[in-house]
């Protein structure tokens, strides 16, 4: 196995692996704002509970990012050097304004929020929630900047040629503001939003087909069914302009995600199924709507066809059925989202969603169904890029470090494995735990001193968990 | 100051704040198993750094991203080089958060047993391999043309490696005994942390000395200019000074002005180490044309003053952060809380 394989096997792994955590974190903290700016407002100690509660799962799960975190920070220079040396000047200002700005700003008041509880007035309290929301927001500009500068560069140019080649600012506001940096911005925060939503609701969701906490489950689903509702209506409108984009910068992308050959003429039609056979030049098995793609594309019944893989080179093609399969994922489990949510308040509007069962439980697989989507679509953005690593400038085999051989990367991806396995299964553990404990019951038992210790463990506010049985 | 000599001190600084900061927390892994003995003990431990440790990795992730944007070519020589080791760093750092938190899961006595000896492990190795990285840098390594690493692995294993690499163990776990002796109610707990102390404390100086008789011996040679060497002097005597001060207050029972005493050793060390290093980033074991330097391996002027507005902008709020988050947990541990 090859040096450039193994590198992008470990990249994709341990990124895939932290996309699983800041998502979720950022679409938590909106919601903690949210119910703890209730509690505020209102003075019902259940949104207090609800917040705690939601406070205590964004624990776990933020500890798990930052420790992730690091890791694909290092591999730009471990295992990808020479892709450092041609972007550090473009990636040096984000990198840098992330760690400055952001990772501060959320580190800083997640102490707070976490341990704080009973040690800051709940005002200040609910302004370090506010402020690790917008910590988190602000952590995931820079980085999608630099990740779209690398899909649509701009504000460059290349200076020197070969193994010395750089690229250089030229307009640092161009460079920002890249053609794809706000729309896939907005489309990153919206789909965390997703996450946040149904991961709330999935656990609501069981809670209410159990019966259990009847004080605070319904708030949960309101303020999860509102949030969901809002976030996929957006995102499939944000979805839409993205995808736009990308015919306008990136066509071989978009039409290696619609399984497009032929440009043909007349309106192209939109693949529902299929598999791209990359040898036949052909999409097998093929459902499609006829024009649809034409009419998202352009937005108009104009009678014209949108750009097949046929006008670039086979060389220059993204792996297909990767990039077909993770885009079409993610945007069916967009839409299985958005009509649960849309459901879900439709009842709970006619007051009967409690007796709804089958909405209940697809509700809760709308959990997985997020997570699943999110990954999908940055896989879908990242595969769809290849064979470049900064789109049309640098391929992805000239990227990797020359110090690096096959057998050290091998060593890595297995050490990542064996600690990313323990991650994980910590992960889950301590959620199921959070999960079944619930949130604490709205007129708390006197303060009880626990013994929690760790990173994870204190997390659980030391009035109401004993961790020793 | 100038652009490129202001990015080398705002590195140094992240640097320093790291390692003042993080080893403590490091240093308190280190001494876990063979200070704390019952688990309330442990817990004691554990419980002073667990609201802390997290943000004072932060600096370590700040430090790696100005080092990509500030220095690219250097960031990647750096870390392409010395791939293993920062991998080693890598899951060293990520076992220490999960055996911190793997050992509440189950109450078993050979299972917190079986994590805190691996936290125990995963601070030794974090400390060994960082000092070890910081030899080499200083060093020297195999470079190319092109900026990239051509050495090897078993190359990076000097004798200097293994013995910054011991005192920046005996550096870290000097730092988080102070640390404790000041976050650890009286008790015989305490008595035991402050014996830990002297003897970290003797260990410390021994090993340091053992280092700068070899660097003053074996490395200098390697530099054609020694325009920092009244510099490093006087730092030299700063931390002599600084190291000596540390253990009066441990004398006079003045346990805060120990552990500052200590911060500002670090503090002094990094400074040292930066007038040693200046203003190579990465020197080259044979060719010193082949140095990665502050100036051959920058961004472009433009990037650096962008930069530079971003960090004069963006620090003062990260130390107001700070700043809160530990004045807001500045009781000792143990007392009451709620």
Known sequence: MDVVFLSRLQFAMTIMFHYLFPPLTIGLSVLMVAAEGMYLKTGNRCYRSVARFWTRLFGVTFAMGVATGIVNQFQFGTNWAAYARYVGDIFGTALASEGIFAFFLETGFFGVVVFGWNRVSPRFHFFCTFMVMVGGLFSSIWIVIANSWMQTPAGYTIVGTGLDARAHVTDFWAMVLNPSSVDRLVHVWLAAFVLGAFFSLAISAWYALRGK???????????????????????????????????????????????HFDTGTGRSPFALFGYPDAREKKLRYAVEIPWLLSVLTYHSLEDKPVAGLDQTPQQDWPPLPMAFYTFHVMAFLGVYMATVAYLGLFFRWRGTLQRQRWLLVLIMLGGPAAFVANEAGWVAAEVGRQP???????????????????????????????????????????????????????????ADPGLAAGWLASVVDRSEASLEP | ?????????????????????????????????????????????????????????????????????????????????????????????????????????????????????????????????????????????????????????????????????????????????????????????????????????????????????YVWNNVFWAYTSLAHLTLARLAMGLKVALMLGCGLALAHKRPAVAFLLSAANIACLAFLYACLLFPNLIASHSDPSLNLTIYNASSTLGTLSTMRWVALAGMPLALAYTGTVYWVFRARVKTPED
């Not at chain 1, 990367?409 to 959070?434: C, D, E, H, P, Q």
């Not at chain 2, 390692?19 to 004691?44: C, M, P, Q, W």
């Not at chain 2, 404790?180 to 102390?197: K, S, W």
């Open chain 1, 213 to 259: 906490h009847p004080e605070t489950t319904p708030i949960m689903l309101k303020l999860g069914l509102v949030y969901a509702a809002l976030a996929c209506t957006l995102v499939m409108i944000s979805g839409d302009s993205s995808a736009r984009l990308v015919a306008v910068h990136q066509p071989t992308k978009l039409a290696a995600f619609e399984g």
């Open chain 2, 1 to 213: 100051m100038e652009l490129h000599v202001f990015w080398f001190v705002l590195l140094a600084l992240m640097l320093m704040a790291y390692a003042i900061l993080d080893g403590f927390d490091l240093g308190v892994g280190l001494v876990l198993n063979l200070l704390a003995k019952s688990e309330d003990e442990k817990r004691t431990f554990l419980d002073s750094i667990a609201p802390l440790w997290d943000g004072n990795e932060v600096w370590l992730v700040c430090f790696g991203g100005a080092f990509f944007g500030a220095f690219p070519d250097a960031y990647a020589a750096a870390f392409s080089g010395f791939y293993l080791p920062f991998m080693a760093l890598l899951a060293a750092l990520l076992l220490r958060a999960v055996a911190m938190e793997l050992r509440n899961v189950e109450s078993w006595p050979w299972w917190r047993r079986l994590w805190d000896v691996a936290l125990g492990l995963a601070c030794l190795l974090t400390s060994a391999v960082a000092g070890g990285i910081l030899a080499n840098a200083l060093q020297g390594v195999p470079l190319g043309v092109h900026h990239e690493f051509t050495g090897t692995l078993a190359g990076l294993a000097t004798p200097l490696a293994g013995l910054m690499g011991f005192k920046t163990v005996m550096l870290f776990a000097l730092h988080g005994t102070l640390y404790l002796r000041l976050r650890v109610a009286p008790g015989p707990l305490r008595a035991r942390i402050e014996r830990a102390g002297w003897i970290l404390w003797i260990v410390y100086l021994l090993s340091f000395t053992a280092v700068q008789l």
């Open chain 1, 388 to 446: 470049w690593i900064v789109y049309g400038l640098l391929r992805t085999s000239d990227a990797v470090s020359e110090a690096v051989n096959a057998s050290h990367v091998l060593s890595s991806i297995i050490m990542f494995l064996g600690i990313y396995f323990l991650m994980g299964l910590l992960w889950l553990y301590t959620l199921r735990r959070r999960v079944l404990d619930g949130p604490e019951p709205v007129a708390p038992p006197p």
